[in-house]
C-alpha cells in the first residue's frame, strides 16, 4: 500500500482508537493502490521484477519499473552481459555499444521501487483517491448547497480519476516499455 491507515483515518477524521473500519480501510487503501499503479503503468512498493525486452539498437534500455535498487543480471541473448551502465532513478541500462535489435533478446532480473520511502505525492494520491472512494463521491467534480442544492460531475470517461490524484500521480507515471 502506498499510505497507511492511520493517515486515512486523519482525514476521514477517524479517532485513531477505532478499529472497527480498520479491515475496510486497508482495502480502500490495497484498491487505491493499485488503481494508481495501474495508470501510472509500474509497481511502487519495493519488489524483484524480471524483464523481456526487445533491443532496438539504441543505447537507452529502459526497464519498466523504477528506480532500481539492485541488477541481479542481464541477459542479452541468453548470455549474461556486464558492460552496461545504471541510471538508478530512471530505471536506464545505458550502454555504449548499443543494445542490438532483436525480439525479446534481452532479459532483466532487478529489484526496483521504494521500500519505506514513498514520494509524499504518491502518499496523498493515494489517500485522496481512497477518500473518493470511502465517501462514494467518484466522479463529482463540484457540489453546491447554498440558495439550491447542485452536483456537477466530471465529463468524459468514468474510469477517470480526480484531477488533484492525476496531477499528484503525474511525474510517476511510467512510459511505454516494449
Not at 89 to 116: H, M, T, V
Request: hydrophobic share 35%.
Amino acid at each position: 500500500m502506498l499510505a497507511s491507515i492511520e493517515r486515512l483515518k486523519k482525514i476521514l477524521m477517524i479517532p485513531e482508537s477505532d478499529i472497527s473500519q480498520d479491515e475496510e480501510l486497508s482495502i480502500l487503501l490495497s484498491a487505491a493502490s493499485e488503481i494508481i499503479e495501474k495508470r501510472c503503468s509500474r509497481k511502487f512498493k519495493l519488489q524483484e521484477h524480471n524483464e523481456k525486452h526487445s533491443g532496438s539498437d539504441w543505447d537507452h534500455l529502459f526497464t519498466k519499473n523504477y528506480p532500481i535498487t539492485n541488477v541481479e543480471y542481464v541477459k542479452l541473448d541468453e548470455e549474461e552481459v556486464n558492460d552496461y551502465d545504471l541510471i538508478n532513478e530512471e530505471g536506464i541500462l545505458f550502454r555504449e555499444s548499443c543494445w542490438p535489435k532483436g525480439q525479446r533478446n534481452i532479459e532483466i532480473k532487478y529489484n526496483a521501487g521504494y521500500a519505506d520511502n514513498i514520494p509524499k505525492s504518491l502518499e496523498q494520491a493515494c489517500l485522496f483517491q481512497a477518500k473518493v472512494l470511502y465517501t462514494e463521491e467518484w466522479g463529482k467534480a463540484s457540489e453546491r448547497i447554498g440558495n439550491q442544492y447542485s452536483v456537477t460531475f466530471m465529463q468524459g470517461d468514468t474510469n477517470d480519476l480526480p484531477p488533484v490524484v492525476l496531477a499528484l500521480i503525474g511525474p510517476y507515471i511510467g512510459r511505454a516499455v516494449r
